[in-house]
């Protein structure tokens, strides 16, 4: 006897179906995958104005922080000096005083993972009215495109960011640096984002000046 027709299909269909929720789960991995190597292969230059690079501005973009009570900064400016010296630049942590706002002091305390990452103690008077405090930070290195920022130890609450080091068709190198930072309790909010928004383009003005300077 014929079985009904209706158990044909349903004993056919039953492995199909299985199998789509995870061929589904799947596709959406690797799509989030590659969405994450993409995030880490270059920086957003959507809000990039090229003829204010070229005029030689520095730019600033305040976003907000999906990480609560952080703030999120990123700069950018061209350099006429070959990547190999702006990133000499960059890792120079014992001349940081010499040009950065608010460090008193940097010193490399360990190399780390064979040299593609090294720590550094850090000593920051972050306002006259506040007090002198210490952290440790985290270098990791991809020669000579991106350095990553992360914080090891101190009383900031949240610290990460990246160097960006991308070639241009002019010749030059197009720095991108963003961060996020969350000081805790040190300094009062109000004063984050405005401080970040004053220091970073002053920090990366005088990075291009010492590798311009250098590549002469």
Same mark, same amino acid.
């Given at each position: 006897?014929?079985?009904?027709?209706?158990?044909?299909?349903?004993?056919?269909?039953?492995?199909?179906?299985?199998?789509?929720?995870?061929?589904?789960?799947?596709?959406?991995?690797?799509?989030?995958?590659?969405?994450?190597?993409?995030?880490?292969?270059?920086?957003? +230059?959507?809000?990039?104005?090229?003829?204010?690079?070229?005029?030689?501005?520095?730019?600033?973009?305040?976003?907000?922080?999906?990480?609560?009570?952080?703030?999120?900064?990123?700069?950018?400016?061209?350099?006429?000096?070959?990547?190999?010296?702006?990133?000499?630049?960059?890792?120079?942590?014992?001349?940081?005083?010499? $040009? #950065?706002?608010?460090? #008193?002091?940097?010193?490399?305390?360990?190399?780390?993972?064979?040299?593609? !990452?090294?720590?550094?103690?850090? #000593?920051?008077?972050?306002?006259?009215?506040?007090?002198?405090?210490?952290?440790?930070?985290?270098?990791? $290195?991809?020669? $000579?495109? @991106?350095?990553?920022?992360?914080?090891?130890?101190?009383?900031? =609450?949240?610290?990460?960011?990246?160097?960006?080091? +991308?070639?241009?068709?002019?010749?030059?190198?197009?720095?991108? $640096? !963003?961060?996020?930072?969350?000081? !805790?309790?040190?300094?009062?909010?109000?004063?984050?984002?405005?401080?970040?928004?004053?220091?970073?383009?002053?920090?990366?003005?005088?990075?291009?000046? @010492?590798?311009?300077?250098? =590549?002469?």
């Amino acid at each position: 006897m014929r079985r009904p027709l209706s158990s044909r299909p349903r004993n056919r269909d039953a492995g199909g179906s299985a199998r789509r929720p995870l061929a589904l789960v799947l596709a959406l991995l690797g799509c989030l995958l590659a969405r994450a190597a993409t995030s880490e292969d270059a920086p957003d +230059l959507d809000w990039i104005d090229r003829d204010a690079l070229a005029a030689g501005e520095v730019l600033v973009r305040s976003d907000r922080a999906e990480r609560p009570l952080t703030a999120s900064i990123t700069v950018a400016t061209e350099i006429d000096a070959p990547p190999a010296v702006i990133w000499d630049v960059l890792i120079a942590c014992q001349l940081a005083p010499q $040009y #950065v706002p608010n460090v #008193v002091s940097c010193r490399s305390i360990e190399k780390v993972d064979d040299g593609r !990452g090294e720590l550094f103690l850090q #000593v920051v008077k972050p306002a006259f009215f506040l007090p002198t405090f210490e952290h440790v930070f985290r270098l990791d $290195y991809h020669p $000579y495109r @991106r350095i990553d920022v992360h914080r090891v130890s101190g009383p900031l =609450a949240h610290l990460e960011g990246s160097w960006w080091l +991308l070639p241009q068709p002019s010749g030059k190198i197009l720095l991108i $640096y !963003g961060m996020e930072i969350d000081p !805790g309790g040190l300094v009062p909010r109000f004063l984050v984002r405005a401080t970040l928004k004053r220091d970073l383009p002053r920090l990366v003005r005088a990075v291009r000046e @010492r590798a311009e300077a250098a =590549a002469r």
